[in-house]
Nanobody
Framework: VQLVESGGGLVQPGASLKLSCVAS????????VGWFRQAPGKEREGVLC????????RYADSVKGRFTITRDNAKNTMYLHMNNLGPEDTALYFC??????????????????WGQGTQVTVSS
């Protein structure tokens, strides 16, 4: 299984950005998926997740109303859409897959496969 993120970069506050996560070795829409981030000196935190078990998306309070997840099944790719970015969103962003089909969680230990991360920097 391989997950590859892309789309990170340097943006100004208030900007939008879309991250991609291409999967190989498994079919994304069959599994629980999540996006996580880790800022310098901080622990990795869950941003949002989605599970096919209940077709529900769970969000961290810090991103609710600003971030969403979509998926292109034909490309076996999921996307993290980030709007109204602020400096507090600066972090290395990871996509992850949990093999357990259950309502998703935002704890990193619940996930089995990880990408290498893509850096998002929000600065003026």
């Amino acid at each position: 299984v391989q997950l590859v993120e892309s789309g990170g970069g340097l943006v100004q506050p208030g900007a939008s950005l879309k991250l991609s996560c291409v999967a190989s070795g498994l079919t994304l829409d069959r599994y629980t998926v999540g996006w996580f981030r880790q800022a310098p000196g901080k622990e990795r935190e869950g941003v949002l997740c989605r599970s096919p078990s209940d077709d529900n998306t769970r969000y961290a309070d810090s991103v609710k109303g600003r971030f969403t997840i979509t998926r292109d099944n034909a490309k076996n790719t999921m996307y993290l859409h980030m709007n109204n970015l602020g400096p507090e969103d600066t972090a290395l962003y990871f996509c992850a897959v949990d093999q357990l089909i259950a309502p998703c969680g935002l704890k990193d230990y619940e996930y089995d496969y990880w990408g290498q991360g893509t850096q998002v920097t929000v600065s003026s």
